[in-house]
T-cell receptor
Framework: DAGVTQSPTHLIKTRGQQVTLRCSPI?????VSWYQQVLGQGPQFIFQ???????GRGNFPDRFSARQFPNYSSELNVNALLLGDSALYLC?????????????FGSGTRLTVV | DQQVKQNSPSLSVQEGRISILNCDYT??????FLWYKKYPAEGPTFLIS?????DKNEDGRFTVFLNKSAKHLSLHIVPSQPGDSAVYFC????????FGAGTRLTVKP
């Protein structure tokens, strides 16, 4: 079985540009969460989607948006990129939203903003 | 908002000894607590979890203890092995999941 897949694995963008990151969850998992991990810190919660609806949003500006498709895959969009957006973006999938089911993470997309 | 805190950025132990990683939380609404292990260039990997209605959960060499009154949990690894060297994240879940900053564990042969 394929795990959580994220694309692209690495990305370099210029300040002010827009970026779209993609995530395919494990088959059967209906919940997808997005996290930002800056070097030396733990993953910071950005969004959670379940059954195509936003179920939670972390403390991130409106430049960050996401959506979940009927096949449960998800995209994270970031507009007007800032240097501080450089980070590892992690996608996690789970059966449901609650932590009892555990989250399975992808390997992440490394975004560098120059 | 640092709802989950890991105050020790690093820990070094000798192979065969016990590793104890600690975590504190502030939100009483968390109902599941989890530990993840992360190697470089990989996403975090789920290790072990505990429900808020329990105080201990054991899985092989790994045991998680929960002290709700102190809002504190710990992960014990016995015996520690060099392959356990990684960054360990504590996480807490209500409707979403929040992570601590991580503790880098180094197990020396």
């Amino acid at each position: 079985d394929a795990g959580v897949t994220q694309s692209p694995t690495h990305l370099i963008k210029t300040r002010g540009q827009q970026v779209t990151l993609r995530c395919s969850p494990i088959s059967g998992h209906k919940s997808v969460s997005w996290y930002q991990q800056v070097l030396g810190q733990g993953p910071q919660f950005i969004f959670q989607y379940y059954e195509k609806e936003e179920r939670g949003r972390g403390n991130f500006p409106d430049r960050f948006s996401a959506r979940q498709f009927p096949n449960y895959s998800s995209e994270l969009n970031v507009n007007a990129l800032l240097l501080g957006d450089s980070a590892l973006y992690l996608c996690a999938s789970s059966l449901k939203t609650r932590g009892e089911y555990g989250y399975t993470f992808g390997s992440g997309t490394r975004l560098t903003v120059v | 908002d640092q709802q989950v805190k890991q105050n020790s950025p690093s820990l070094s132990v000798q192979e065969g000894r016990i590793s104890i990683l600690n975590c504190d939380y502030t939100n009483s609404m968390f109902d599941y607590f989890l530990w993840y292990k992360k190697y470089p260039a990989e996403g975090p990997t789920f290790l072990i979890s505990i429900s808020s209605i329990k105080d201990k959960n054991e899985d092989g060499r790994f045991t998680v203890f929960l002290n709700k009154s102190a809002k504190h949990l710990s992960l014990h690894i016995v015996p520690s092995q060099p392959g356990d060297s990684a960054v360990y994240f504590c996480a807490a879940s209500a409707w979403d999941m929040r992570f601590g900053a991580g503790t880098r564990l180094t197990v020396k042969p």
